[in-house]
T-cell receptor, first 110, second 116 residues
């Protein structure tokens, strides 16, 4: 399973765009990149998943460069309710185990 | 659907006592996962089942921990005897077959266990 590295914490203000980058230098050909969000006292929640280029849903966008050794989760116009821990995970579609790293603690200020 | 249901939500017990955590996965999901989360170690996968069969229990810390899934709608995680270092939040998650998002797991609200 590819190891991921992401910043421990980030601060932002309401209305700003937040970009969280994750490094996964040893990503395998079959691996997908998945991001989860965890609020205090709750279980993690799936946000977005991608394989290459760009993926967008109603919550976020995921940018993956051609070499796939990193990925960037983009949260447009964050609000206070986006304060949470964001986890980047890498794994193939046949793999069942998700390895959660330390995640990035995002704090949004008014 | 009510989502993944876990009980109890909070459990306080004394060292040496048996603790049983319960999980009801989302109906139709064929994978069930048990995780443990602590400040020191983060979120760790303990064991997971596919179609009620344990597939990988390599994350179970020691023999004091055991998990069962007697049917598709119920699973238990038991700790006997419990120790203070078992204090953590225990999450159960389930996954649907054929989902468009391959690694999407649905987590329950967790059980906060405190062993005194």
């Amino acid at each position: 399973l590819a190891k991921t590295t992401q910043p421990i914490s980030m601060d932002s203000y309401e209305g700003q765009e937040v970009n969280i980058t994750c490094s996964h230098n040893n990503i395998a050909t079959n691996d997908y990149i998945t991001w989860y969000q965890q609020f205090p006292s709750q279980g993690p929640r799936f946000i977005i998943q991608g394989y290459k280029t760009k993926v967008t849903n109603e919550v976020a966008s995921l940018f993956i460069p051609a070499d796939r050794k990193s990925s960037t989760l983009s949260l447009p116009r964050v609000s206070l309710s986006d304060t949470a821990v964001y986890y980047c995970l890498v794994g193939d579609i046949l793999g069942d185990k998700l390895i959660f790293g330390t995640g990035t603690r995002l704090q949004v200020f008014p | 659907d009510a989502g993944v249901i876990q009980s109890p939500r909070h459990e306080v017990t004394e060292m040496g006592q048996e603790v049983t955590l319960r999980c009801k996965p989302i109906s139709g999901h064929d994978y069930l996962f048990w995780y443990r989360q602590t400040m020191m170690r983060g979120l760790e996968l303990l064991i997971y089942f596919n179609n009620n069969v344990p597939i990988d229990d390599s994350g179970m810390p020691e023999d004091r921990f055991s998990a069962k899934m007697p049917n598709a709608s119920f699973s238990t995680l038991k700790i006997q005897p419990s120790e203070p270092r078992d204090s953590a939040v225990y999450f159960c998650a389930s996954r649907s077959p054929g989902t468009s998002s391959y690694n999407e797991q649905f987590f329950g609200p967790g059980t906060r266990l405190t062993v005194l």
